[in-house]
């Protein structure tokens, strides 16, 4: 069976050159690093190179053809001059307003790569702007978002934010950077029986379904916004009540994640996030240390959302911590009790894909000591 290709999409303008309206030559200024880093992926990797761009209203008075593509062909022959060629290139000329399908965040110009030639999901899209992130999201691909880092929501399909293309090099052309970091587990008692298998590296697909209605819904945060899949089979014994359930998917979940994270090098080691639901603003920070500890300073303002009672959450969050081997420091404001719950499971799972997240080009364990055990 024939590979599957990879591609790495790369925009134009905030990327390649700098950001403006480049009408002519004058105006070509290359980002630094460009040529020389994309030499380099070319050189150690097997990504095809495709360019995206949007330019808004060539053909238009106000930025005629003649001038925009003059420059165009001079920044793709000053990179060709440098070894860097695209096997590919997609422009759309319409304005915001036209709505056009091919305007990116749409995929409307990129419709052949959603074939069996293609593996989007180990494809990436490298642009300046969210809606880079959002086509990146739309194509099943990853986004590496070229910018100054700053306070902005991050789009989830983000696995790097860099304004350097030298850290987008070390990222790409890291052997590890294919490598889903996998693992499963089967734990079998007289209380429950669960099977589960998470790839870290995922998009967020799968269930870990309990038949608990309200714990599956906070399972469900844990998958989508960590952005890891889950495959998994379970029974517990809910004749008696949610208790055993609810721990044992728990410490199932924290040791399959530790399995998975191995020894932990090249991990940012360290996550957090802030986050605010309705009426509540929720606080969770994470260090996979090695070493278990939770601190849970939640005041619910009721016992039970439905009939699930929130004690139980604490307990997921200890039996977690205590297999995972992490610290975990969760707070969250009073409010409607149902949003407190569901914005604890949600930053938690931010700060988890942040903390799980791999340091471009690193195989270092991130500790003074040498290991995180
Ligand atoms: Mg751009």
């Known amino acids: 069976m024939k590979a599957m290709k990879s591609v790495l999409f790369i925009d134009r303008d905030g ?20 040529m020389e880093a994309l030499r380099e992926i070319r050189r150690k990797t097997d990504f095809l190179l495709v360019m995206v761009s949007n330019q808004d209203g060539v053909n238009t008075p106000s930025f005629p053809y003649d001038d925009f593509i003059r420059a165009h062909e001079r920044i793709l022959e000053v990179l060709r001059g440098e070894d860097v060629f695209f096997d590919d290139i997609f422009i759309d000329y319409s304005l915001p307003s036209d709505n056009c399908p091919g305007r990116k965040p749409g995929t409307g110009m990129l419709g052949e790569f959603f074939s069996d030639e293609y593996d989007l999901s180990s494809s990436f899209v490298i642009g300046d702007r969210s809606t880079d992130m959002i086509l990146a999201h739309n194509l099943g691909a990853k986004g590496i978002w070229f910018h100054e880092k700053s306070m902005d929501s991050v789009p989830s399909s983000v696995v790097l934010e860099t304004d350097s293309w030298l850290e987008v090099a070390a990222f790409l052309t890291n052997s590890d950077i ?12 007289k209380e429950t029986s669960i099977s589960l298998s998470v790839d ?12 608990i209605g ?4 906070m399972l469900e945060q844990i ?10 089979s379970f029974r517990g014994d809910l004749e008696v009540d949610e208790h055993h359930s609810v721990e ?8 399959v994640i530790s399995k ?5 090098k090249g991990i940012c080691r360290y996550g957090y996030d802030l986050l605010c639901m309705d009426d509540v603003h929720a606080e969770v920070s994470i260090d996979f240390s090695g070493r278990p500890d939770l601190i849970f300073d939640v005041d619910f303002t009721r016992d039970c959302i439905g009939t699930f009672p929130v004690e139980m959450i604490r307990h997921f969050f200890k039996s977690f911590s205590d297999e995972a081997r992490c610290n975990l420091y969760m707070s969250v404001s009073r409010g409607n009790a149902h949003h407190q719950a569901e914005a604890l499971f949600k930053a ?9 997240r791999r340091i471009p080009g690193s195989n270092e364990v991130v500790s003074s000591k040498g290991v995180l055990e």
């Open 178 to 189: 294919k490598t889903h970091r996998k693992a499963s587990i089967e734990r079998e008692t």
């Open 200 to 211: 870290i590296d995922g998009s967020g697909q799968g269930a870990i379904t309990t038949g």
């Open 260 to 264: 998975a994270l191995g020894d932990k």
């Open 223 to 232: 998958v989508r916004h960590a952005r890891v899949d889950v495959t998994s």
């Open 248 to 255: 044992d998917v728990a410490l199932s979940l924290g040791k």
């Open 15 to 34: 990327v390649i050159v700098e950001e403006t309206q480049v009408d002519s030559l004058e105006k070509i200024h290359f980002i630094p690093h460009v």
């Open 214 to 217: 309200f714990f599956d819904h």
């Open 348 to 356: 938690f799972a931010r700060a988890l894909r942040m903390a799980v």
